[in-house]
Nanobody, 122 residues
Framework: QVQLVESGGGLVQPGGSLRLSCAAS????????MHWYRQAPGEQRELVAT???????NYVDSVKGRFTISRDGAKNTVYLQMNSLKPEDTAVYYC????????????????WGRGTQVTVSA
């Protein structure tokens, strides 16, 4: 299977920045799409940003111009650079990667990280 490990969360003041990382390990054949989601207390999980294998990106309107998703294919790692953070960005952030891995044959995977807490507060 494919395991994901997130890092980079923490406490930051409004207007500050954080960079989240999500590293994938396992017998990965290819990664087709990488997502960052977030879930605030009492809220549904929300798709924040997406980057495809071809490099296309998409963002939820509330983070456009402030967040940037990127990837390092050689390291099977996806990043989320978060600037101009606001208190409403406070949530647990999860990465989600989908692609193919090598088992006995090539099979699909859809893996989630355990989440990393981001708190924006003065």
């Amino acid at each position: 299977q494919v395991q994901l490990v997130e890092s980079g969360g923490g406490l930051v003041q409004p207007g500050g920045s954080l960079r989240l990382s999500c590293a994938a390990s396992g017998s990965i054949f290819s990664i087709n799409v990488m997502h960052w989601y977030r879930q605030a207390p009492g809220e549904q999980r929300e798709l924040v940003a997406t980057i495809t294998r071809g490099g296309s990106t998409n963002y939820v309107d509330s983070v456009k111009g402030r967040f940037t998703i990127s990837r390092d294919g050689a390291k099977n790692t996806v990043y989320l650079q978060m600037n101009s953070l606001k208190p409403e960005d406070t949530a647990v952030y999860y990465c989600n990667l989908r692609g193919l891995y090598r088992a006995v044959t090539i099979v699909d995977f859809d893996s989630w990280g355990r989440g990393t807490q981001v708190t924006v507060s003065a």
